[in-house]
């Protein structure tokens, strides 16, 4: 089995470094992500129609230093609030969903890197997002009982580890300088293995055919004999072992999305009655945004959208308050999790509500392809169901109801 160096060199050139910025504040992010965000609305249809994937794109958005805004303040990063957060990935994925589906797991990771990793660890890895690096994911797998039945195996042979095994849903994969893979060891306790790109026995396949977020890269993972050093092995195990905020976290990225594609659909949905639908005969205007009926759908849908980014706020504000006070504790985690449960059921209903009511109040003409219009609800549809939005409902009622404080994994 062939080895890699401890160290691995690094995919971006001197010249390139030079060129990552980096982020100072949550204004500075703020500023940086609504400017990609006009980049990124330029061909997102294109894209998205062809499935043509965004490597150009890509390169804007790790350049720009946005995937490093939540490296802590000690090791040089942003850490920027979690309400800035949320509204950098919603600001990026109203442009282009599937790039702000991209760091969706990076963020989590950076998580773990903070609360498993050696100082050693925490100083090495976030130097590299600093510097510009992309995190893949390879965690889930096709074809097993449930999300948490994983097959990949992660053993300890001497100085190294050997991660065996095959993963799918690998949002960003195909263009991460590392991709860390989630194993099981023989006492079957969760190890995440940082493996970089181009790593002997490392392949990652480009086989993702979902009808949304088309132009993520969500295929295929395989490993086979894949010699990993220890130093970039972590105890994922210890993330839901004790109580932390990295499931809270790992679903409130997930609601941020989706209001970002709910917001693009009905700001589409706006332009199109505006400049192109016909009023009903009945409603005796002669403009289609002056059809009463009309009106009232789009007061709706609007009612809608601000309530779930209300909520999406709201919960990014108790976890910045659970984070800023140290000491987590189960209640504090359960919190949390209701709090961003309550906003992802809204968001996940308002993602595909505004989708599906693009085409009703936009007339025959929205659905033709020239259009692109029916990438919105194509992308919540496939998006939301990362997890079902009927056990967020569930959750939360057993925890007002019967006080059942939410498993700790990252779905919750």
Same mark, same amino acid.
């Given at each position: 089995?062939?080895?890699?160096?401890?160290?691995?060199?690094?995919?971006?050139?001197?010249?390139?470094?030079?060129?990552?910025?980096?982020?100072?504040?949550?204004?500075?992010?703020?500023?940086?992500?609504?400017?990609?965000?006009?980049?990124?609305? #330029?061909?997102?249809?294109?894209?998205?129609?062809?499935?043509?994937?965004?490597?150009?794109?890509?390169?804007?958005?790790?350049?720009?230093?946005?995937?490093?805004?939540?490296?802590?303040?000690?090791?040089?990063?942003?850490?920027?609030?979690?309400?800035?957060?949320?509204?950098?990935?919603?600001?990026?994925?109203?442009?282009?969903?599937?790039?702000?589906?991209?760091?969706?797991?990076?963020?989590?990771?950076?998580?773990?890197?903070?609360?498993?990793?050696?100082?050693?660890?925490?100083?090495?890895?976030?130097?590299?997002?600093?510097?510009?690096?992309?995190?893949?994911?390879?965690?889930?797998?096709?074809?097993?009982? #449930?999300?948490?039945?994983?097959?990949?195996?992660?053993?300890?042979?001497?100085?190294?580890?050997?991660?065996?095994?095959?993963?799918?849903?690998?949002?960003?994969?195909?263009?991460?300088?590392?991709?860390?893979?989630?194993?099981?060891?023989?006492?079957?306790?969760?190890?995440?293995?940082?493996?970089?790109?181009?790593?002997?026995?490392?392949?990652?396949?480009?086989?993702?055919?979902?009808?949304?977020?088309?132009?993520?890269?969500?295929?295929?993972?395989?490993?086979?004999?894949?010699?990993?050093?220890?130093? #970039?092995?972590?105890?994922?195990?210890?993330?839901?072992?004790?109580?932390?905020?990295?499931?809270?976290?790992?679903?409130?990225?997930?609601?941020?999305?989706?209001?970002?594609?709910?917001?693009?659909?009905?700001?589409?949905?706006?332009?199109?009655?505006?400049?192109?639908?016909?009023?009903?005969?009945?409603?005796?205007?002669?403009?289609?945004?002056?059809?009463?009926?009309?009106?009232?759908?789009?007061?709706?849908?609007?009612?809608?959208?601000?309530?779930?980014?209300?909520?999406?706020?709201?919960?990014?504000?108790?976890?910045?308050?659970?984070?800023?006070?140290?000491?987590?504790?189960?209640?504090?985690?359960?919190?949390?999790?209701?709090?961003?449960?309550?906003?992802?059921?809204?968001?996940?209903?308002?993602?595909?509500?505004?989708?599906?009511?693009?085409?009703?109040?936009?007339?025959?003409?929205?659905?033709?392809?020239?259009?692109?219009?029916?990438?919105?609800?194509?992308?919540?549809?496939? #998006?939301?169901?990362?997890?079902?939005?009927?056990?967020?409902?569930?959750?939360?009622?057993?925890?007002?109801?019967?006080?059942?404080?939410?498993?700790?994994?990252?779905?919750?």
């Amino acid at each position: 089995m062939a080895e890699i160096d401890e160290a691995p060199s690094s995919h971006t050139t001197e010249a390139d470094r030079h060129a990552v910025r980096v982020i100072a504040d949550d204004a500075e992010a703020l500023a940086v992500a609504h400017e990609l965000a006009s980049r990124f609305a #330029h061909g997102a249809a294109e894209r998205d129609r062809e499935r043509r994937l965004p490597h150009d794109e890509i390169e804007w958005f790790s350049q720009s230093g946005l995937w490093a805004i939540t490296v802590p303040k000690a090791y040089g990063g942003a850490g920027v609030s979690f309400v800035t957060l949320t509204e950098v990935v919603k600001i990026v994925a109203a442009a282009d969903p599937s790039l702000g589906q991209m760091p969706q797991n990076h963020f989590g990771l950076v998580d773990v890197i903070a609360l498993t990793g050696t100082e050693e660890q925490k100083r090495y890895f976030f130097a590299q997002v600093l510097n510009g690096k992309r995190f893949g994911n390879g965690f889930s797998e096709k074809g097993t009982k #449930h999300v948490l039945d994983l097959k990949t195996r992660v053993r300890r042979d001497g100085e190294h580890y050997v991660v065996d095994g095959a993963k799918f849903y690998s949002t960003g994969a195909l263009f991460a300088h590392f991709v860390p893979v989630l194993g099981l060891d023989d006492e079957r306790k969760g190890w995440l293995a940082w493996i970089p790109q181009g790593t002997p026995g490392l392949s990652v396949i480009d086989d993702w055919s979902g009808f949304g977020q088309r132009t993520t890269a969500s295929g295929t993972v395989v490993l086979e004999n894949v010699r990993v050093p220890a130093s #970039h092995v972590f105890p994922a195990h210890r993330v839901s072992d004790f109580p932390t905020l990295n499931g809270p976290i790992s679903q409130i990225i997930q609601a941020s999305i989706d209001a970002g594609i709910a917001k693009a659909a009905l700001g589409d949905t706006l332009t199109f009655v505006r400049t192109r639908s016909r009023p009903w005969i009945d409603s005796g205007v002669e403009r289609a945004g002056d059809d009463p009926l009309t009106v009232r759908e789009i007061g709706h849908l609007h009612i809608q959208l601000h309530a779930a980014e209300a909520l999406l706020e709201r919960a990014a504000r108790v976890i910045d308050e659970i984070a800023a006070k140290g000491g987590i504790s189960e209640d504090d985690v359960a919190r949390a999790s209701v709090a961003v449960g309550e906003a992802k059921v809204l968001t996940t209903e308002i993602a595909l509500l505004a989708g599906e009511k693009l085409f009703e109040l936009g007339g025959t003409q929205a659905t033709l392809g020239e259009h692109g219009l029916d990438r919105h609800w194509r992308n919540a549809r496939t #998006h939301t169901l990362h997890d079902p939005v009927r056990w967020k409902y569930h959750l939360v009622g057993n925890y007002y109801l019967n006080g059942v404080k939410p498993a700790r994994h990252p779905w919750n």
